[in-house]
């Protein structure tokens, strides 16, 4: 199993989640978005950051890239993906997933802990887990809130398509626990297939026992093991 | 060929919420202005050659589509002016 994780100009979490891969036992290596993706990968991230200096709307140029049409074509055909943070702007603007993220309700750059709770647990992202859970992982956005006109957005809760809501230690979902304003306390879903997902949180950050304050996220990135 | 200038103003849809022009708004509040609500937009100013006006505005509303705008949170309008 070898994981390709993508590099834009302006990825910068990319080092990050190729290391929280490998303390997994997880072969990762990082592939710079021109030189396409390998010939052979056994699953793509996304990583965070701010590629092309987050230009007219974060994520907007990086979907765009000549890569994604080989990401979308291997989210198709069951290539587990997983976009996180701007690599989730990116997988919404890209169409890998419905809605779109956007300013954060407080138009602050938001640095912090959240707590997510776990909507499915029969998902390769969230094997790990039980429904209900709450788990830790942080988050560093600006552009967080999800978006989604109404009737996309029943079809996304009929479908189960949501993995992860804000919520609060205890898992209740509320304002209060809701960082950004994301409708429905929206922090991940899922694309077409539930091999695909993006979330806003970085799992990356909460795996490493040396540097994090919670390892809750590893569980995400197992879904590549 | 005809030159042309095509503008293409993307804003909001109404009712997504704008945090950048509530605090915009809320900084001119502060600096005594009155007024009763904001809204911003982003405006590109397209210099192009088509064969016609017409042909000048869909080249720029394909723009919009498939880059300038995000359908799932802006509407955007095409102008088109003779350069």
Redesign the interface.
């Given at each position: 199993m070898t994981v390709t994780v993508l590099q834009f100009g302006g990825s910068n979490c990319d080092r990050d989640a190729v290391r929280a891969l490998e303390h997994l036992g997880i072969d990762a290596e990082r592939r710079w978005h021109a030189d396409g993706l390998p010939a052979e990968t056994d699953g793509i991230v996304i990583p965070g950051g701010f590629s092309y200096g987050d230009y007219?709307?974060a994520g907007?140029m990086a979907a765009?890239a000549p890569v994604m049409e080989e990401v979308r074509a291997a989210a198709a055909d069951g290539t587990p993906v997983l976009g996180v943070c701007n690599g989730a702007q990116i997988g919404?603007?890209s169409g890998l997933v419905?809605?779109?993220f956007?300013?954060?309700?407080?138009?602050r750059f938001q640095c912090e802990p959240v707590h997510l709770r776990v909507e499915r647990a029969d998902t390769p992202w969230t094997a790990a887990y039980d429904e209900g859970d709450v788990i830790e992982v942080p988050i560093a956005h600006g552009e967080g809130?999800f978006?989604?006109?109404a009737a996309?957005s029943e079809a996304l809760e009929a479908d189960d398509r949501i993995l992860f809501r804000y919520c609060d230690a205890d898992g209740a979902v509320t304002d209060a626990a809701n960082p950004n304003?994301s409708t429905g306390n929206v922090a991940g879903i899922l694309g077409e297939r539930e091999t695909t997902a993006v979330l806003m949180p970085h799992p990356e950050r909460a795996t490493l026992p040396d540097v994090a304050a919670s390892t809750d996220g590893e569980g995400i990135l197992r879904a590549f093991a | 060929m005809t030159a042309y200038t095509a503008t293409v103003t993307v804003r909001l849809k109404r009712g997504v919420l704008d945090p950048e022009a509530e605090t915009t708004q809320r900084a001119l509040e502060r600096l005594g202005f009155e007024l009763e609500d904001l809204r911003s937009a982003d405006r590109f100013e397209i210099d192009l050659e088509a064969d016609d006006a017409d042909a000048a505005a869909e080249r720029a509303g394909e723009m919009a589509e498939r880059l300038l705008a995000n359908p799932t949170i802006h509407d955007y309008e095409v102008t088109v002016a003779d350069r």
């Open positions: 007219l709307r907007a765009r919404a603007e419905a809605g779109a956007t300013t954060n309700e407080s138009a809130r978006e989604i006109d996309a304003g | -």
